[in-house]
Protein backbone atom coordinates (compact mmCIF):
# COMPACT_ATOMS: atom_id res chain seq x y z
CA UNK A 1 0.00 0.00 0.00
CA UNK A 2 1.29 3.31 -1.16
CA UNK A 3 1.93 5.48 1.66
CA UNK A 4 3.34 9.41 0.82
CA UNK A 5 4.81 11.16 3.37
CA UNK A 6 3.17 14.72 3.78
CA UNK A 7 5.40 17.40 3.94
CA UNK A 8 6.77 18.82 7.17
CA UNK A 9 6.86 22.90 6.43
CA UNK A 10 10.28 24.53 7.49
CA UNK A 11 9.89 26.28 11.35
CA UNK A 12 9.98 29.82 11.00
CA UNK A 13 12.40 32.06 13.14
CA UNK A 14 11.02 34.21 15.80
CA UNK A 15 11.80 38.10 15.19
CA UNK A 16 12.41 38.98 18.64
CA UNK A 17 13.23 37.79 22.11
CA UNK A 18 9.60 38.48 23.20
CA UNK A 19 7.84 36.15 20.16
CA UNK A 20 10.88 33.33 21.22
CA UNK A 21 9.50 33.38 24.64
CA UNK A 22 5.63 33.58 23.56
CA UNK A 23 6.55 30.71 21.50
CA UNK A 24 8.22 28.75 23.99
CA UNK A 25 4.95 29.35 26.06
CA UNK A 26 2.84 28.03 23.38
CA UNK A 27 5.19 25.04 22.74
CA UNK A 28 4.81 24.49 26.63
CA UNK A 29 0.83 24.19 26.84
CA UNK A 30 0.26 22.10 23.43
CA UNK A 31 2.80 19.84 24.72
CA UNK A 32 0.54 19.74 28.12
CA UNK A 33 -2.18 19.28 26.29
CA UNK A 34 -1.01 16.16 24.22
CA UNK A 35 -0.20 14.80 27.24
CA UNK A 36 -4.18 15.17 29.06
CA UNK A 37 -4.84 13.69 26.20
CA UNK A 38 -6.87 14.73 23.16
CA UNK A 39 -5.52 13.37 20.54
CA UNK A 40 -4.67 9.36 21.19
CA UNK A 41 -3.52 8.46 18.08
CA UNK A 42 -0.57 10.97 18.33
CA UNK A 43 0.43 10.41 22.23
CA UNK A 44 0.27 6.30 21.73
CA UNK A 45 1.70 4.12 19.35
CA UNK A 46 0.07 0.48 17.86
CA UNK A 47 2.09 -2.54 19.18
CA UNK A 48 3.34 -3.34 15.69
CA UNK A 49 5.40 -0.28 15.47
CA UNK A 50 8.68 0.94 17.89
CA UNK A 51 8.34 4.76 16.21
CA UNK A 52 6.30 6.91 14.15
CA UNK A 53 8.11 9.77 12.18
CA UNK A 54 5.77 12.12 10.92
CA UNK A 55 2.91 10.40 9.60
CA UNK A 56 5.08 7.00 9.09
CA UNK A 57 5.41 3.77 10.97
CA UNK A 58 9.02 2.64 12.06
CA UNK A 59 7.68 -1.43 12.37
CA UNK A 60 8.78 -3.85 14.76
CA UNK A 61 9.27 -6.09 12.05
CA UNK A 62 11.94 -4.13 10.34
CA UNK A 63 13.79 -3.03 13.66
CA UNK A 64 14.10 -6.49 14.62
CA UNK A 65 15.56 -7.58 11.16
CA UNK A 66 18.24 -5.13 11.31
CA UNK A 67 18.75 -6.05 15.16
CA UNK A 68 18.96 -10.22 14.01
CA UNK A 69 21.44 -8.88 10.84
CA UNK A 70 23.36 -6.69 13.48
CA UNK A 71 23.49 -9.84 15.99
CA UNK A 72 24.56 -11.84 12.91
CA UNK A 73 27.59 -9.82 12.26
CA UNK A 74 28.99 -9.53 15.42
CA UNK A 75 28.14 -12.95 17.04
CA UNK A 76 26.67 -12.27 20.02
CA UNK A 77 23.40 -10.24 21.44
CA UNK A 78 22.50 -6.68 20.98
CA UNK A 79 22.60 -4.80 24.00
CA UNK A 80 20.60 -1.98 25.21
CA UNK A 81 23.04 1.01 23.26
CA UNK A 82 23.32 -1.33 20.09
CA UNK A 83 19.31 -1.26 19.94
CA UNK A 84 18.98 2.27 20.34
CA UNK A 85 21.83 2.76 17.58
CA UNK A 86 19.70 0.84 15.06
CA UNK A 87 16.76 2.59 16.12
CA UNK A 88 18.10 5.44 15.55
CA UNK A 89 19.37 4.66 12.20
CA UNK A 90 15.97 3.66 11.48
CA UNK A 91 14.44 7.21 12.24
CA UNK A 92 17.27 9.00 10.37
CA UNK A 93 16.92 6.99 7.58
CA UNK A 94 13.14 7.61 7.43
CA UNK A 95 13.73 11.55 8.19
CA UNK A 96 16.60 11.48 5.08
CA UNK A 97 13.81 9.63 2.73
CA UNK A 98 10.82 11.94 3.16
CA UNK A 99 13.10 15.06 3.18
CA UNK A 100 14.05 14.15 -0.21
CA UNK A 101 10.73 13.31 -1.35
CA UNK A 102 9.48 16.78 0.05
CA UNK A 103 12.73 18.22 -2.18
CA UNK A 104 11.73 16.52 -5.42
CA UNK A 105 14.35 13.99 -5.80
CA UNK A 106 12.23 10.94 -6.71
CA UNK A 107 11.04 12.84 -9.82
CA UNK A 108 14.20 15.31 -10.84
CA UNK A 109 17.35 12.81 -9.88
CA UNK A 110 17.73 10.04 -12.64
CA UNK A 111 19.74 7.78 -9.95
CA UNK A 112 16.75 7.81 -7.45
CA UNK A 113 14.21 7.39 -10.06
CA UNK A 114 15.79 3.99 -11.46
CA UNK A 115 16.40 2.85 -7.79
CA UNK A 116 12.59 3.43 -6.64
CA UNK A 117 11.85 1.89 -10.48
CA UNK A 118 14.17 -0.96 -9.90
CA UNK A 119 12.90 -1.66 -6.31
CA UNK A 120 9.54 -1.44 -7.75
CA UNK A 121 10.06 -4.38 -10.24
CA UNK A 122 12.19 -6.71 -7.64
CA UNK A 123 9.16 -6.83 -5.84
CA UNK A 124 6.90 -7.68 -8.96
CA UNK A 125 9.01 -10.26 -10.19
CA UNK A 126 9.99 -11.73 -6.67
CA UNK A 127 6.75 -13.12 -5.60
CA UNK A 128 6.12 -14.97 -8.84
CA UNK A 129 9.81 -16.25 -9.07
CA UNK A 130 9.06 -17.62 -5.57
CA UNK A 131 6.37 -19.66 -7.16
CA UNK A 132 7.28 -23.60 -6.76
CA UNK A 133 6.18 -24.70 -10.19
CA UNK A 134 4.97 -28.56 -10.57
CA UNK A 135 6.56 -31.15 -12.29
CA UNK A 136 3.99 -31.19 -14.58
CA UNK A 137 3.83 -27.77 -15.38
CA UNK A 138 7.74 -27.39 -16.30
CA UNK A 139 7.30 -30.89 -18.76
CA UNK A 140 4.80 -29.30 -20.42
CA UNK A 141 6.72 -25.53 -20.86
CA UNK A 142 9.68 -27.84 -22.25
CA UNK A 143 7.53 -29.14 -24.79
CA UNK A 144 5.64 -26.32 -25.34
CA UNK A 145 9.03 -24.30 -26.12
CA UNK A 146 11.03 -26.82 -27.93
CA UNK A 147 12.23 -24.15 -29.99
CA UNK A 148 14.11 -22.85 -27.43
CA UNK A 149 15.42 -25.70 -25.97
CA UNK A 150 16.64 -27.32 -29.34
CA UNK A 151 20.52 -27.36 -28.94
CA UNK A 152 22.77 -26.78 -32.57
CA UNK A 153 24.31 -30.25 -33.43
CA UNK A 154 28.02 -30.69 -33.20
CA UNK A 155 30.38 -29.54 -35.96
CA UNK A 156 33.56 -31.08 -37.04
CA UNK A 157 35.61 -29.20 -38.32
CA UNK A 158 39.29 -28.75 -39.94
CA UNK A 159 41.12 -26.00 -40.44
CA UNK A 160 44.07 -24.15 -42.33
CA UNK A 161 45.30 -21.50 -40.56
CA UNK A 162 48.10 -18.58 -41.09
CA UNK A 163 49.54 -15.81 -38.88
CA UNK A 164 49.58 -12.25 -40.10
CA UNK A 165 52.26 -10.52 -39.87
CA UNK A 166 52.29 -6.42 -39.25
CA UNK A 167 51.63 -4.80 -42.57
CA UNK A 168 50.56 -8.09 -44.35
CA UNK A 169 47.15 -9.07 -43.89
CA UNK A 170 46.83 -8.46 -48.52
CA UNK A 171 49.65 -11.06 -48.49
CA UNK A 172 48.45 -13.35 -46.10
CA UNK A 173 44.86 -13.48 -47.37
CA UNK A 174 45.79 -13.99 -50.84
CA UNK A 175 48.01 -17.07 -49.62
CA UNK A 176 44.78 -18.50 -47.82
CA UNK A 177 42.88 -17.61 -51.19
CA UNK A 178 45.25 -19.82 -53.20
CA UNK A 179 45.24 -22.56 -50.61
CA UNK A 180 41.49 -23.09 -50.60
CA UNK A 181 41.57 -22.79 -54.37
CA UNK A 182 43.52 -26.33 -54.06
CA UNK A 183 41.05 -27.79 -52.09
CA UNK A 184 38.01 -26.65 -53.94
CA UNK A 185 40.33 -28.09 -56.99
CA UNK A 186 40.38 -31.49 -54.52
CA UNK A 187 44.09 -31.83 -53.32
CA UNK A 188 44.68 -33.26 -49.93
CA UNK A 189 43.37 -31.22 -47.18
CA UNK A 190 46.11 -32.55 -45.02
CA UNK A 191 48.74 -31.87 -47.12
CA UNK A 192 47.51 -28.23 -47.96
CA UNK A 193 47.39 -27.63 -44.54
CA UNK A 194 51.16 -28.63 -43.97
CA UNK A 195 52.36 -26.83 -47.33
CA UNK A 196 50.44 -23.79 -47.55
CA UNK A 197 49.81 -22.82 -43.47
CA UNK A 198 50.91 -22.37 -40.31
CA UNK A 199 51.15 -24.25 -36.71
CA UNK A 200 47.91 -23.07 -35.45
CA UNK A 201 47.69 -20.93 -32.07
CA UNK A 202 45.42 -23.61 -30.69
CA UNK A 203 44.70 -27.19 -32.34
CA UNK A 204 41.61 -27.90 -33.26
CA UNK A 205 40.54 -31.62 -31.73
CA UNK A 206 39.61 -33.60 -35.17
CA UNK A 207 35.79 -34.67 -33.67
CA UNK A 208 32.38 -33.18 -33.62
CA UNK A 209 32.38 -30.28 -31.16
CA UNK A 210 29.40 -28.29 -29.43
CA UNK A 211 29.72 -24.40 -30.87
CA UNK A 212 30.67 -23.66 -27.64
CA UNK A 213 33.58 -25.18 -27.55
CA UNK A 214 34.54 -24.69 -31.31
CA UNK A 215 34.03 -20.46 -29.96
CA UNK A 216 36.31 -21.33 -27.00
CA UNK A 217 38.82 -22.80 -29.66
CA UNK A 218 38.38 -20.21 -32.35
CA UNK A 219 36.57 -17.56 -31.28
CA UNK A 220 32.90 -15.83 -32.23
CA UNK A 221 34.30 -15.01 -35.71
CA UNK A 222 35.09 -18.42 -36.88
CA UNK A 223 31.83 -20.02 -34.88
CA UNK A 224 29.51 -17.87 -36.83
CA UNK A 225 31.55 -18.65 -40.45
CA UNK A 226 31.17 -22.39 -39.46
CA UNK A 227 27.68 -22.45 -38.59
CA UNK A 228 26.91 -21.24 -42.06
CA UNK A 229 28.75 -23.85 -43.69
CA UNK A 230 27.03 -26.91 -45.33
CA UNK A 231 28.73 -30.53 -45.09
CA UNK A 232 32.01 -30.91 -47.55
CA UNK A 233 31.93 -26.83 -48.12
CA UNK A 234 34.64 -24.72 -47.12
CA UNK A 235 34.48 -21.02 -45.70
CA UNK A 236 36.14 -18.14 -47.53
CA UNK A 237 39.27 -17.10 -46.29
CA UNK A 238 38.54 -14.94 -43.06
CA UNK A 239 40.42 -12.94 -40.53
CA UNK A 240 39.97 -13.53 -36.44
CA UNK A 241 41.74 -11.90 -33.86
CA UNK A 242 44.08 -14.79 -33.99
CA UNK A 243 44.83 -14.73 -37.92
CA UNK A 244 43.79 -16.21 -40.89
CA UNK A 245 41.30 -19.20 -41.07
CA UNK A 246 39.96 -21.32 -43.75
CA UNK A 247 37.35 -23.74 -42.46
CA UNK A 248 36.00 -26.70 -43.73
CA UNK A 249 33.19 -28.55 -42.12
CA UNK A 250 33.61 -32.50 -42.25
CA UNK A 251 30.26 -32.96 -40.53
CA UNK A 252 27.33 -31.53 -38.54
CA UNK A 253 25.48 -33.86 -36.14
CA UNK A 254 21.67 -33.13 -36.20
CA UNK A 255 20.14 -30.30 -33.96
CA UNK A 256 18.60 -32.17 -31.12
CA UNK A 257 15.91 -31.10 -27.92
CA UNK A 258 17.86 -32.18 -24.73
CA UNK A 259 14.64 -34.46 -22.81
CA UNK A 260 13.33 -33.20 -20.12
CA UNK A 261 15.57 -34.78 -17.42
CA UNK A 262 18.76 -33.52 -18.81
CA UNK A 263 17.93 -30.10 -18.46
CA UNK A 264 15.22 -29.63 -15.35
CA UNK A 265 17.18 -26.83 -14.18
CA UNK A 266 17.50 -24.76 -17.02
CA UNK A 267 14.00 -25.21 -18.05
CA UNK A 268 12.81 -24.06 -14.53
CA UNK A 269 15.14 -21.24 -14.67
CA UNK A 270 13.98 -20.49 -17.69
CA UNK A 271 10.13 -20.82 -16.60
CA UNK A 272 10.32 -18.59 -13.93
CA UNK A 273 11.91 -15.87 -15.87
CA UNK A 274 8.98 -15.94 -18.08
CA UNK A 275 6.88 -15.69 -15.06
CA UNK A 276 8.09 -12.95 -13.73
CA UNK A 277 8.20 -11.16 -17.11
CA UNK A 278 4.61 -11.72 -17.84
CA UNK A 279 4.12 -10.44 -14.00
CA UNK A 280 5.71 -7.40 -14.92
CA UNK A 281 4.26 -6.68 -18.20
CA UNK A 282 0.39 -7.56 -16.41
CA UNK A 283 1.60 -4.94 -13.43
CA UNK A 284 2.86 -2.42 -15.86
CA UNK A 285 -0.63 -2.49 -17.92
CA UNK A 286 -2.28 -1.93 -14.81
CA UNK A 287 -0.95 1.06 -13.76
CA UNK A 288 -1.11 2.61 -16.82
CA UNK A 289 -4.58 1.75 -16.74
CA UNK A 290 -5.32 3.68 -14.10
CA UNK A 291 -2.83 6.75 -14.60
CA UNK A 292 -3.97 9.56 -16.77
CA UNK A 293 -1.30 9.12 -19.35
CA UNK A 294 -1.44 12.00 -22.44
CA UNK A 295 1.09 11.61 -25.09
CA UNK A 296 2.06 14.14 -28.03
CA UNK A 297 0.40 13.46 -31.66
CA UNK A 298 3.88 13.41 -32.88
CA UNK A 299 7.24 13.27 -31.27
CA UNK A 300 10.23 15.09 -31.98
Sequence with gaps: MDASPKATPEP???????????????GLALAAASLLGTDPARRSLPDSAVARVNDTWITEDEYRRLVAGLESDTR???GDD????VLDRLIEEELLVQRGLELGLAQNDRR???DIAQAMIRSVVVEVEDDEPSERVLRAFHEEQQGFFTQPGRLHLRQVFWKV???EVDAVLARAAAARARLEA???????????GDAPIFELPDAPLPA???REYLGPTALREAMALGTGERSRPFRSGTGVHVLELVDREPDRVPPFEEIAELVEQEWRRRAGDRA??????????????EVRETLP
Excluded at 12 to 26: H, K
Excluded at 186 to 196: L, P, Y
Excluded at 280 to 293: I, P, Q, T
Aim: aromatic residues 4%; glycine residues 8%; positive net charge.
Design 12 to 26: RSPTSLLALAAGAAV
Design 112 to 114: VRG
Design 165 to 167: PRG
Design 76 to 78: APA
Design 212 to 214: AKI
Design 82 to 85: AKQR
Design 280 to 293: LREYLDALRSRADV
Design 186 to 196: GDDFDAVRAEA
